[in-house]
């Protein structure tokens, strides 16, 4: 504005303030920590994308997902003697999923969302709305998880294995996203710091999932 106007008195009210780097360091560093701990919303959601209560699941998931890294090879590899190069492919069907479901995701459930808005204006809309792909990926999760555990064994055809990848993709996606908007929907003004704070957490759990469970 200052630029096209030639104009240094405009100015924000943000601007206005002077705040010394501690502080400002204080702010960026401790907020996420402090939304997620006084904000009992954002903390089950963060613990969903972690077991099977509110409290504990957004890490659970991502926990279970980086748990894949390591059981793959264990099964594939070890189990139905895939070699190194081979061992990877075992992966695509999760990928392939995930990518078809993102493209889902962007044609039906945010398109749908985008169509509440109008609605709801001047007001901002309810955020909850963000979180019905959640109700198709939770169960799942527990269906491709049981499917994978059932059909692992070496003894077993490997195709009756590979296809569980695809309920996980649908999960991965369905999940995340609709935890992700929601989270951003919800704290609008703050949803950096949110955001932070869930990811943290849920890095910590799913750098830990797999080291626990070996």
């Given amino acids: 504005m200052r630029q096209e106007k030639g104009d240094n008195r405009w100015f924000s009210k943000l601007e206005a303030q002077e705040v010394d780097f501690r502080a400002r360091l204080k702010l960026v560093l401790g907020r996420p920590f402090k939304v997620l701990l006084l904000e ?3 903390m089950a959601i963060t613990r969903y994308i972690f077991a099977k209560s509110n409290w504990i699941i957004f890490r659970f998931v991502y926990g279970c997902i980086s748990l894949l890294f390591k059981a793959y090879p264990i099964v594939y590899t070890e189990g139905h003697g895939l070699n190194p190069g ?7 069907p999760l990928f392939i999923s995930g990518v078809i479901n993102v493209i889902v995701y962007l044609a039906y459930f945010d398109f749908r969302y985008t169509k509440l808005i109008p609605q709801y204006a001047p007001r901002l809309d309810p955020p909850e709305f963000r979180l019905l792909p959640v109700f198709q990926g939770g169960p799942l999760l527990l269906i491709s998880f049981l499917w994978f555990g059932w059909t692992s064994y070496p003894s077993l055809c490997i ?3 590979l296809p569980s990848g695809v309920p996980m993709g649908i999960v991965v996606v369905f999940i995340f996203l609709a935890l992700f908007n929601y989270v951003n929907n919800r704290y609008p003004v703050i949803a950096a710091s949110a955001l932070a704070a869930s990811t943290v957490g849920r890095n910590i759990f799913g750098a830990g999932f797999p080291v626990y469970l070996s």
């Fill in 40 to 42: 009992p919303m954002l």
């Fill in 86 to 92: 081979e061992s990877g492919l075992p992966f695509l």
């Fill in 159 to 161: 195709y009756a294995a």
